[in-house]
């Protein structure tokens, strides 16, 4: 089993902070904590083993996984996306148990979704459980850097109680367990998967826009990924590890600070939001908190549909595409 050091340091990091990602972190070498999942040479290991490159060419895309199954904790990377036009070319940052649950998976997502030249990289979050995929829960952000200049990081938080993906440090979203999501969060364990793969049917545009070879190939660096959580047994992957240091260390909450900065971001960078689609729900889902200004923002605001909702106060290779994919 792979049980990361450093722990006490990122618990002090992550709770001490509204910067999720101030200090150095521990990191994994892919000897350590990573499998080939397919791709053939299209994957290339570098330097001390802490960057990985993904290639996506007309042969096949490529991608890897971590050794481990996890309950529970803290997933990052540092990631530069291909350059000049991406359209149809998915990246993926995800965790998730379908190769051991097939009927009832879980699954907590970063995607990001290509593009045209002079057109924003979009980003798309999204999770499962419990084989939940009928019930999409995106959300996706135009991204207010260019991801293929330089590296920034991406990472997840997920307990027991919450999932909270962040960009650079900031939280861009929080998914909170409740008793409306029913089974529907997930709760078994999970690997960490990194993809890159043809997505022309829906990434784009919904399709508009697909993959086209002559730029190819595309490439996706990875560096200095993190595997910070609680390695289970993969014979009794439900038998849990509450009792373990790493369970233990797996911080909880988002702090004022780090609250404000998301509320801001949300507001200026998110293009879609499922609670707000009127299109797939006629009601929003039960675990939806409304947000009114949210909603006017994504020009999906309707008085009569979120007139009685509750009110938010100011404050591997990849599956076919995300449903309502734009």
Request: glycine content about 8%; hydrophobic content about 35%; charged content about 20%.
């Amino acid at each position: 089993m792979n049980y990361l050091l450093g722990l006490p340091l990122l618990l002090t990091l992550l709770l001490s902070s509204s910067c999720v990602l101030c200090l150095p972190l521990p990191f994994t070498s892919f000897d350590d904590g990573y499998v080939q999942l397919f791709g053939e040479d299209n994957l290339k290991v570098h330097g001390d083993g802490r960057t990985v490159h993904l290639t996506l060419d007309e042969r096949t895309g490529s991608g890897f996984a971590s050794q481990d199954l996890y309950l529970h904790g803290f997933f990052s990377a540092s990631i530069k996306l291909p350059s000049d036009y991406t359209a149809g070319v998915v990246v993926a940052f995800y965790m998730s148990n379908g190769d051991v649950y097939e009927k009832n998976h879980d699954e907590i997502d970063f995607e990001f979704l290509g593009n045209i030249r002079g057109k924003d990289w979009r980003i798309q979050t999204n999770v499962y459980g419990n084989g939940s995929t009928n019930v999409g829960r995106e959300e996706r952000y135009g991204l207010w850097f260019d991801p293929s200049d330089d590296f920034h990081r991406y990472s997840i938080l997920w307990t027991d109680s919450q999932i909270i993906f962040y960009v650079d440090g900031v939280p861009v979203r929080e998914v909170r367990k409740t008793e409306t999501m029913g089974g529907q969060f997930p709760s078994k364990p999970m690997s960490l998967y990194v993809t890159i793969w043809d997505g022309s049917d829906w990434a784009t545009n919904g399709g508009k826009y697909r993959v086209n070879y002559k730029y190819a190939p595309y490439v996706a660096e990875f560096t200095n990924l993190v595997l910070h959580g609680c390695a289970v047994n993969p014979v009794d992957p439900l038998g849990g590890c509450d009792n373990t240091p790493a369970s233990k260390s797996i911080p909880t909450g988002i702090s004022l600070g780090e609250r404000a900065k998301m509320e801001s971001l949300r507001k200026k960078h998110m293009t879609y939001s499922y609670c707000y689609d009127r299109t797939r729900y006629k009601v929003p889902p039960p675990e939806c908190v409304i947000d009114h200004e949210e909603a006017k923002h994504l020009h999906m605001f309707d008085p009569v549909m979120f007139g009685n909702a509750r009110h938010r106060h100011p404050k591997h290779r990849r599956r076919s595409g995300s449903a309502s994919s734009m």
